[in-house]
């Protein structure tokens, strides 16, 4: 098995590292999310500031962070894998509209 490339570690505002590979960037979010791939700075600036952060589809594990800019809200999906790593899994641009993950924190 290959290790995985880290691309970046990000500081939430909890105090929790979450690690972006290579791969999740390059091989998930700029294919599958084009929109992603000049808003590298608003997925960090997501992680590390966001506006709140909500449960997750798998509320034990997945956690959704979510910062408001100008034209859009941006998303990072996250997920527990285990003791102290967490890794990003998704990041999108949308609209923020109620999800049905309760919010964890909030600013």
């Known amino acids: 098995m290959t290790k ?3 691309k970046d570690v990000l500081l939430d505002p909890r105090g929790k590292e979450i690690v972006l590979y290579e791969d999740t960037w390059h091989n998930h ?3 599958g999310h084009p929109e992603m ?3 590298y700075d608003n997925l960090k600036d997501t992680v ?3 506006d709140h952060i909500r449960e997750g589809r ?3 594990t ?3 962070y979510v910062k408001q800019f100008e ?3 941006i998303f990072v999906s996250t997920r ?6 967490t890794i990003v899994t998704s990041s999108y641009a949308g609209k923020d509209k109620a999800s049905r993950g309760s919010i964890k924190w909030e600013k």
């Open 4 to 6: 995985r490339k880290v």
């Open 29 to 31: 979010i700029s294919i």
């Open 37 to 39: 791939l000049t808003r």
């Open 48 to 50: 590390q500031d966001p």
């Open 58 to 60: 798998k509320p034990l």
């Open 62 to 64: 997945e956690e959704l």
């Open 71 to 73: 034209s859009d809200a």
């Open 80 to 85: 527990y894998v285990e003791e102290q790593i």
